[in-house]
């Protein structure tokens, strides 16, 4: 889907990348690929695109308050990523993963 600027020109659609090995998520991104250019990838240690990239958002449901701290702060770190808005989601319900990855550098924390 694309929208027209106020000017009549067409604006491109914005691109999220969704760092998730859970299948629920990865389908997820190809029902969000009806009004964004989606990446979904298993890690961030893969070879990304040259697009620019819009948002991050990431499932840290695996991953514990320390690991996923280090995860927020090598994301917002990285030259690629420092200025993209990063979306954390889990579905465990943890205070302590929500604090350490809000310490961390994410932008929002989805539980």
């Known amino acids: 889907m694309t929208l027209k600027n106020?000017?009549?020109?067409?604006?491109?659609?914005?691109?999220?990348?969704?760092?998730?090995?859970?299948?629920?998520?990865?389908?997820?991104?190809?029902?969000?690929?009806a009004w964004y250019n989606v990446y979904c990838v298993k890690n961030l240690n893969v070879c990304l695109?040259?697009?620019?990239?819009?948002?991050?958002?990431?499932?840290?449901?695996?991953?514990?308050?320390?690991a996923s701290e280090k995860l927020c702060l090598e994301v917002k770190s990285s030259g690629r990523f420092s200025n993209v808005p990063l979306i954390?989601?889990?579905?465990?319900?943890?205070?302590?993963?929500?604090?350490a990855c809000l310490r961390g550098g994410a932008d929002a924390y989805v539980d």
């Open 88 to 99: 954390l989601i889990n579905e465990n319900v943890s205070s302590d993963i929500r604090t």
């Open 49 to 66: 695109p040259d697009d620019n990239i819009d948002a991050v958002v990431c499932d840290v449901t695996a991953l514990d308050s320390q």
């Open 6 to 33: 106020k000017l009549g020109g067409v604006e491109s659609r914005s691109t999220v990348l969704i760092v998730s090995d859970d299948a629920f998520w990865l389908r997820y991104g190809d029902a969000l690929s």
